[in-house]
């Protein structure tokens, strides 16, 4: 007997549940009939396509993004070879190893043989500190993509590299060094905290100078300091090393280590053996004229170790701009020649310009157009820019800096050539206003067919359009911020 529901009156007929749970039921089999023949649907259409097409493959699902959201095909594709690059590297890296080594070795081969001539030894410089500091602001990590900071990282190491190399050096601070710059310089370059006339700073360049000079020994101490933490780094990896080697060891037989430890001879009786020698080979007498002569060299390599690690006074900033309406004619101690570092493709014009104006700093662009003439846009990458400084120091001439740092390609003008001209009969033969022959031109029948359908068609159109001159690719240089 069915009970009466609450609030309902009590000549009100009975209601039976029963009919609509079996209505659910059926809904519930009928959704999952027809997912099943969906599925059976979509299995009978892949296969239908598989019959058409052997190659056929269903799509993947698409790959979501750090946000969740799905990325579109060619940010997957992107991320694929990405993945893919990671894969590979470790076995593209050590490929590369050995081919260095098989071309190190056939070339010590060919030394040897006499095939080749021995390279020229490297005469160490007699580097003298010119006073002056160039400063790279590292402030613009956020507006480059990661292949962007890859490559200002390796144009600061060319920099550094280049300085070691002259015989007039200049001082080297990075600015801002904080974010990807930073984490990809540790990856990158490995000890660059040791480097010398180098030195970095997380505050921004206004924060920084002017500032006033540091004497070479109180450099050389932080060094010191800066080369025991790195040692002692080594030292726990050396200690991974051994424990790992010792393990190794402990497997041998007590037999077979006695033998080895029998026929190596002690450190005590080597030293003595070289203390032997030594005295035999020189008297009482060289022995203490050389220990002068080594003190005298030693102190005076000190002092010059000294002199080249002292950091310059900076009392004045200068920003180094291609918008800049002043023009620099001359290079100053006790300045600083900020370079903005970023690599932008051109995407941020004035954006070192403005930031100077901002804080308040002078600028001022190289002369280039008093001194060359460039085919292209006057903006050079970092790298560039600094060389050109250093070599303006070692030369005091300009246009001598110029041509020796800046492409040949951005130096050529490009000729440009008329349709229908002299000048354009000289070069392609007497074709008039249509296109150059086969035979002028060197193409195959089928570009020389093309031609003459295109000579056809633009013959009533009389057109005298401007061709230039074949020859390198005229794409112009990324624009990295150096002098911007």
Request: charged content about 30%; some cysteine.
């Amino acid at each position: 007997m069915s009970t009466i529901a609450q609030g309902a009156s009590p000549g009100a007929p009975e209601v039976d549940h029963a009919p609509s749970t079996a209505q659910s039921d059926n809904a519930t089999a009928s959704d999952s009939t027809a997912t099943h023949d969906s599925s059976e649907i979509t299995k009978d259409a892949s296969d239908e396509h598989a019959q058409k097409n052997p190659f056929w493959k269903p799509r993947a699902p698409p790959m979501l993004g750090p946000d969740g959201q799905p990325l579109s095909r060619n940010a997957t594709k992107k991320l694929l070879r990405q993945q893919q690059f990671l894969e590979r590297r470790p076995q593209m890296r050590q490929q590369e190893k050995l081919k260095r080594k098989q071309k190190e070795k056939e070339r010590r081969e060919a030394i040897e043989s006499g095939k080749i001539a021995p390279p020229p030894k490297r005469q160490k410089l007699d580097q003298i500190q010119s006073g002056i500091t160039i400063g790279i602001d590292m402030s613009f990590d956020d507006l480059m993509l990661e292949k962007e900071v890859k490559s200002m990282v390796d144009q600061i190491k060319r920099c550094y590299s280049y300085n070691r190399t002259c015989e007039k050096i200049v001082h080297i601070a990075l600015t801002s060094f904080t974010g990807k710059s930073k984490e990809e310089f540790t990856k990158r370059a490995n000890g660059y905290e040791l480097w010398k006339n180098f030195t970095l700073h997380e505050d921004g360049l206004e924060k920084i100078w002017p500032s006033d000079e540091i004497p070479g020994n109180e450099r050389l101490t932080e060094l010191k300091k800066l080369q025991v933490k790195a040692s002692i780094k080594s030292e726990a990896i050396k200690a991974q090393v051994l424990a790992t080697a010792s393990s190794h060891a402990s497997e041998t037989s007590p037999e077979e280590h006695q033998e080895i430890s029998a026929s190596t001879p002690s450190d005590q009786t080597m030293t003595a053996t070289i203390m032997e020698a030594t005295s035999s080979d020189s008297p009482s007498t060289g022995q203490e004229s050389s220990k002068k002569d080594y003190k005298a060299l030693e102190m005076e390599r000190h002092l010059k170790e000294e002199k080249l690690a002292t950091i310059p006074a900076v009392k004045k900033i200068v920003y180094l701009s291609a918008d800049s309406p002043n023009t620099i004619t001359h290079l100053e101690p006790g300045t600083s020649y900020i370079l903005g570092g970023i690599v932008d493709k051109n995407r941020f014009p004035r954006l070192c310009q403005d930031k100077a104006e901002k804080l308040g700093l002078e600028t001022a662009q190289l002369p280039i157009g008093d001194y060359i003439q460039m085919s292209s846009r006057r903006i050079l990458t970092v790298n560039q820019v600094f060389e050109i400084l250093l070599q303006f120091i070692e030369c005091n001439d300009w246009k001598e800096a110029f041509l020796k740092v800046i492409p040949q390609r951005k130096l050529e003008e490009k000729q440009r050539i008329r349709r229908g001209t002299e000048a354009w009969k000289a070069k392609y033969g007497d074709q008039g206003k249509g296109r150059p022959s086969a035979s002028a031109s060197g193409s195959n029948s089928v570009a020389s067919s093309v031609a003459d359908e295109d000579e056809s068609g633009c013959k009533d159109s009389g057109d005298e359009d401007d061709v230039e001159h074949e020859g390198e690719d005229g794409a112009e240089q990324p624009h990295d911020g150096g002098s911007k």
